[in-house]
T-cell receptor, first 116, second 114 residues
Framework: GNSVTQMEGPVTLSEEAFLTINCTYT??????LFWYVQYPGEGLQLLLK?????DKGSNKGFEATYRKETTSFHLEKGSVQVSDSAVYFC???????????????FGQGTILTVHP | DGGITQSPKYLFRKEGQNVTLSCEQN?????MYWYRQDPGQGLRLIYY???????QKGDIAEGYSVSREKKESFPLTVTSAQKNPTAFYLC?????????????FGAGTRLSVL
């Protein structure tokens, strides 16, 4: 089956620190990979995605590279801000394309708190 | 503005009661999904629908029911058979094709048991 494993949280950083949140996956087939972010009391928003090996997704200063050889999709940001405090979810989907709708498999989420 | 609207934001259920959570989208998406989120856990899929008048069970469908009579609407009923309903419920939709696995989420409904 498909599964996603994220690093244990919570993660607490000072503003302008470097962020890494690890994500590894197992999948039957060739997955697309995603990072979603959830701000307090809200639903999830797509942060970035990558659909094939060596693709780099990026958005709002966050980056993640699809590493097929290590089955990883680690999230990084060079300088975090207080406004980045949220829960981050790694997810994968296999089988979308044409008229197919891929189901998402989520990791357990990592809580990030950034202090001024 | 296009988006997904979930209501109510907070809901309380009494013992033995069925409650219905609303999800409406004006994105013209074919597929819609319901997830349950518990503290410290990821999202778990309850039901999904790829087309009007059709839906499939997800990983944790027991104690829940859905309908898809209109493209825009995908209500979720939490029945009395669901013994542990307290959770945050999220509705999502997607467009299909290669981007069919990009899902767009509502703001959620928090359900508690009285």
């Amino acid at each position: 089956g498909n599964s996603v494993t994220q690093m244990e949280g919570p993660v607490t950083l000072s503003e302008e620190a470097f962020l890494t949140i690890n994500c590894t996956y197992t999948a039957t087939g060739y997955p697309s990979l995603f990072w979603y972010v959830q701000y307090p009391g809200e639903g999830l928003q797509l942060l970035l995605k990558a659909t094939k090996a060596d693709d780099k997704g990026s958005n709002k200063g966050f980056e993640a590279t699809y590493r097929k050889e290590t089955t990883s999709f680690h999230l990084e940001k060079g300088s975090v801000q207080v406004s980045d405090s949220a829960v981050y979810f790694c997810a994968l989907s296999v089988g979308a394309g044409g008229t197919s709708y891929g189901k998402l498999t989520f990791g357990q989420g990592t809580i990030l708190t950034v202090h001024p | 503005d296009g988006g997904i609207t979930q209501s109510p934001k907070y809901l309380f259920r009494k013992e033995g009661q069925n409650v219905t959570l609303s999800c409406e989208q004006n994105l013209n998406h074919d597929a819609m999904y319901w997830y349950r989120q518990d503290p410290g856990q990821g999202l778990r899929l309850i039901y999904y629908s790829q087309i009007v008048n059709d839906f499939q069970k997800g990983d944790i469908a027991e104690g829940y029911s859905v309908s898809r009579e209109k493209k825009e609407s995908f209500p979720l009923t939490v029945t009395s058979a669901q013994k542990n309903p307290t959770a945050f419920y999220l509705c999502a939709s997607s467009i299909g094709g290669r981007d069919g696995n990009i899902q767009y989420f509502g703001a959620g409904t928090r359900l508690s048991v009285l």
